[in-house]
């Protein structure tokens, strides 16, 4: 199992893979707007997807 997490700056990256351990955590199922707006594992990896509508539901979600 992989999470998000997001560091001191609000930017969000991937855990490793987590086995045992697993923190309590939140899914965050519900889509807010157009599918092209929503931020993808891809976005994540690479690193984009900041411009998103969906960036800022994970934002405010994390907060």
């Known amino acids: 199992m992989r999470l998000l ?9 991937l855990t490793k893979d987590l086995y045992d351990n697993i923190p309590r955590y939140t899914i965050l199922s519900h889509t807010w707007g157009a599918d092209t707006e929503e931020v993808s594992f891809r976005d994540l990896i690479n690193g984009t997807g900041k411009d998103k509508a969906g960036y800022n539901k994970i934002r405010f979600c994390g907060e």
């Open 5 to 13: 997490q997001s560091n001191d700056g609000g930017e969000f990256s």
